[in-house]
Protein backbone atom coordinates (compact mmCIF):
# COMPACT_ATOMS: atom_id res chain seq x y z
CA UNK A 1 0.00 0.00 0.00
CA UNK A 2 1.75 3.46 -1.22
CA UNK A 3 1.29 5.32 2.26
CA UNK A 4 -0.41 8.98 2.35
CA UNK A 5 0.57 10.63 5.58
CA UNK A 6 -0.01 14.48 6.68
CA UNK A 7 1.96 16.27 7.74
CA UNK A 8 3.05 16.31 11.57
CA UNK A 9 3.90 18.33 14.27
CA UNK A 10 6.79 17.20 16.76
CA UNK A 11 7.02 18.65 20.38
CA UNK A 12 9.69 21.39 20.35
CA UNK A 13 10.51 21.36 16.62
CA UNK A 14 8.74 22.74 13.64
CA UNK A 15 6.13 20.92 11.57
CA UNK A 16 7.68 18.41 9.32
CA UNK A 17 5.92 17.62 5.90
CA UNK A 18 6.09 14.66 4.39
CA UNK A 19 8.07 14.54 1.28
CA UNK A 20 6.15 13.65 -2.36
CA UNK A 21 5.99 10.15 -3.44
CA UNK A 22 9.60 9.43 -5.37
CA UNK A 23 11.54 11.56 -3.01
CA UNK A 24 12.30 10.20 0.28
CA UNK A 25 15.17 9.65 1.92
CA UNK A 26 16.48 8.20 4.85
CA UNK A 27 16.51 10.99 6.90
CA UNK A 28 12.80 11.50 5.74
CA UNK A 29 12.40 7.65 6.57
CA UNK A 30 13.56 8.30 10.76
CA UNK A 31 10.73 10.97 11.32
CA UNK A 32 8.15 8.44 10.36
CA UNK A 33 6.24 7.94 13.72
CA UNK A 34 6.07 4.29 15.55
CA UNK A 35 2.70 3.57 15.39
CA UNK A 36 2.41 0.03 14.36
CA UNK A 37 2.45 0.28 11.08
CA UNK A 38 5.13 -1.06 9.03
CA UNK A 39 6.57 2.06 6.46
CA UNK A 40 9.32 1.05 3.92
CA UNK A 41 10.90 2.95 1.22
CA UNK A 42 11.23 1.22 -2.41
CA UNK A 43 12.31 3.47 -5.12
CA UNK A 44 12.06 6.72 -3.17
CA UNK A 45 8.20 5.74 -2.61
CA UNK A 46 6.85 5.31 0.88
CA UNK A 47 4.78 2.30 1.28
CA UNK A 48 2.98 1.01 4.44
CA UNK A 49 1.44 -1.88 5.65
CA UNK A 50 -0.75 -2.44 8.62
CA UNK A 51 0.51 -4.60 11.37
CA UNK A 52 0.58 -8.43 10.36
CA UNK A 53 -2.21 -10.93 11.35
CA UNK A 54 -1.81 -14.17 13.67
CA UNK A 55 -1.07 -16.26 10.60
CA UNK A 56 1.61 -14.49 9.38
CA UNK A 57 3.06 -13.89 12.69
CA UNK A 58 2.75 -17.61 13.69
CA UNK A 59 4.12 -18.57 9.86
CA UNK A 60 7.16 -16.06 10.50
CA UNK A 61 7.83 -16.98 14.21
CA UNK A 62 7.88 -20.73 12.86
CA UNK A 63 10.72 -19.92 10.83
CA UNK A 64 12.65 -18.07 12.60
CA UNK A 65 13.00 -20.48 15.32
CA UNK A 66 13.93 -23.04 12.80
CA UNK A 67 17.27 -20.78 11.27
CA UNK A 68 18.26 -19.82 14.67
CA UNK A 69 18.55 -23.57 16.07
CA UNK A 70 20.32 -24.30 12.55
CA UNK A 71 22.44 -21.22 12.47
CA UNK A 72 23.63 -20.48 16.20
CA UNK A 73 25.26 -23.33 17.49
CA UNK A 74 27.31 -23.36 14.03
CA UNK A 75 28.47 -20.02 14.33
CA UNK A 76 27.26 -19.28 10.66
CA UNK A 77 25.49 -15.82 11.44
CA UNK A 78 22.76 -13.38 12.29
CA UNK A 79 19.35 -14.22 12.08
CA UNK A 80 16.55 -11.23 12.92
CA UNK A 81 12.95 -10.84 12.40
CA UNK A 82 11.12 -7.35 11.88
CA UNK A 83 10.58 -5.06 12.97
CA UNK A 84 14.37 -3.70 11.31
CA UNK A 85 15.22 -1.66 8.87
CA UNK A 86 17.06 -2.80 5.95
CA UNK A 87 18.87 -0.13 3.91
CA UNK A 88 19.23 -1.20 0.55
CA UNK A 89 22.36 0.79 -1.36
CA UNK A 90 20.66 0.53 -4.81
CA UNK A 91 17.51 2.20 -5.88
CA UNK A 92 17.12 4.26 -2.29
CA UNK A 93 15.11 1.62 -0.52
CA UNK A 94 14.89 0.73 3.10
CA UNK A 95 12.90 -2.74 3.71
CA UNK A 96 11.43 -4.16 6.43
CA UNK A 97 11.77 -8.01 5.90
CA UNK A 98 10.04 -10.51 7.85
CA UNK A 99 13.13 -12.49 8.98
CA UNK A 100 16.82 -12.50 7.31
CA UNK A 101 20.14 -14.01 7.67
CA UNK A 102 23.26 -12.22 7.69
CA UNK A 103 27.02 -14.48 7.46
CA UNK A 104 28.95 -14.37 10.03
CA UNK A 105 31.87 -13.49 7.19
CA UNK A 106 29.72 -10.26 6.14
CA UNK A 107 28.87 -9.22 9.49
CA UNK A 108 31.22 -5.84 10.02
CA UNK A 109 30.36 -5.09 6.81
CA UNK A 110 26.20 -4.99 6.62
CA UNK A 111 24.96 -4.94 10.64
CA UNK A 112 25.39 -1.45 12.10
CA UNK A 113 23.32 0.51 15.21
CA UNK A 114 20.50 1.45 13.18
CA UNK A 115 19.60 -1.57 11.80
CA UNK A 116 21.09 -3.29 8.40
CA UNK A 117 23.33 -1.56 5.51
CA UNK A 118 23.97 -3.65 2.30
CA UNK A 119 21.86 -6.98 1.12
CA UNK A 120 21.50 -9.60 3.94
CA UNK A 121 22.79 -13.18 2.66
CA UNK A 122 19.02 -14.42 2.83
CA UNK A 123 15.58 -12.78 3.33
CA UNK A 124 12.06 -14.52 4.16
CA UNK A 125 8.50 -12.55 3.42
CA UNK A 126 5.42 -14.18 4.33
CA UNK A 127 2.82 -12.76 2.06
CA UNK A 128 -0.14 -10.56 3.49
CA UNK A 129 -3.42 -10.02 1.58
CA UNK A 130 -1.97 -5.91 2.00
CA UNK A 131 1.72 -7.23 0.59
CA UNK A 132 1.71 -9.84 -1.88
CA UNK A 133 2.03 -7.83 -5.00
CA UNK A 134 4.97 -5.66 -3.39
CA UNK A 135 6.67 -8.88 -2.36
CA UNK A 136 6.29 -10.59 -5.13
CA UNK A 137 7.28 -7.69 -7.64
CA UNK A 138 8.61 -4.90 -6.30
CA UNK A 139 10.89 -6.87 -3.64
CA UNK A 140 11.53 -9.42 -5.38
CA UNK A 141 13.20 -6.60 -8.42
CA UNK A 142 15.17 -4.75 -5.41
CA UNK A 143 16.29 -8.05 -3.53
CA UNK A 144 17.58 -9.50 -7.17
CA UNK A 145 19.65 -5.97 -8.07
CA UNK A 146 21.15 -5.52 -4.66
CA UNK A 147 22.55 -8.97 -4.60
CA UNK A 148 20.34 -10.54 -1.65
CA UNK A 149 21.77 -14.31 -2.47
CA UNK A 150 18.86 -16.23 -1.26
CA UNK A 151 14.91 -15.15 -1.19
CA UNK A 152 12.10 -17.20 0.19
CA UNK A 153 8.83 -15.93 -0.72
CA UNK A 154 6.12 -18.33 1.91
CA UNK A 155 2.51 -17.87 1.37
CA UNK A 156 0.75 -19.55 4.70
CA UNK A 157 -2.52 -19.32 3.57
CA UNK A 158 -1.89 -21.98 0.66
CA UNK A 159 1.61 -23.53 2.93
CA UNK A 160 3.71 -22.93 -0.01
CA UNK A 161 7.32 -21.73 0.20
CA UNK A 162 9.19 -20.73 -3.11
CA UNK A 163 13.08 -20.30 -2.91
CA UNK A 164 14.83 -18.52 -5.33
CA UNK A 165 18.83 -18.13 -5.60
CA UNK A 166 21.29 -15.89 -7.18
CA UNK A 167 22.87 -16.97 -10.10
CA UNK A 168 24.62 -14.70 -11.67
CA UNK A 169 22.69 -11.04 -11.50
CA UNK A 170 19.24 -12.97 -11.71
CA UNK A 171 17.02 -15.18 -9.50
CA UNK A 172 16.27 -18.62 -9.99
CA UNK A 173 13.42 -20.59 -9.01
CA UNK A 174 15.70 -23.50 -6.90
CA UNK A 175 12.29 -25.33 -5.37
CA UNK A 176 8.26 -24.75 -4.77
CA UNK A 177 7.20 -26.70 -1.91
CA UNK A 178 3.87 -27.26 -0.10
CA UNK A 179 2.79 -28.87 2.78
CA UNK A 180 3.34 -32.35 2.89
CA UNK A 181 7.15 -31.49 1.45
CA UNK A 182 10.40 -30.24 2.62
CA UNK A 183 11.79 -26.62 1.99
CA UNK A 184 15.97 -26.30 1.69
CA UNK A 185 18.10 -23.62 1.70
CA UNK A 186 21.23 -23.14 -0.75
CA UNK A 187 23.42 -20.95 0.95
CA UNK A 188 22.61 -22.74 4.39
CA UNK A 189 23.95 -26.10 3.09
CA UNK A 190 22.05 -28.53 5.14
CA UNK A 191 18.99 -26.05 6.60
CA UNK A 192 15.57 -27.84 5.98
CA UNK A 193 12.35 -27.59 7.19
CA UNK A 194 9.10 -29.29 6.45
CA UNK A 195 6.21 -27.35 5.30
CA UNK A 196 3.95 -28.51 7.53
CA UNK A 197 6.56 -27.08 10.51
CA UNK A 198 6.38 -23.52 8.99
CA UNK A 199 2.74 -23.09 8.32
CA UNK A 200 1.11 -25.52 11.34
CA UNK A 201 -0.23 -27.95 9.85
CA UNK A 202 -0.44 -31.54 10.88
Request: glycine share 8%.
Amino acid sequence: MIAQLKPQTARAEPAWTPPAQGKWTDADFVKLPEDGWRYEILRGELFMAPPPGERHQFTSSNLLVALMNFVKPRKLGRVYTAPLGVRLPRAGAIVQPDVVFVAAARAAEVIAEEGLRGAPDLIVEILSPSNWLTDRRDKFQLYQENGVREYWIVEPQLCVAEVFVLRGNQFTLLGRWSAGEIARSEILAGFEIALNEICGGE
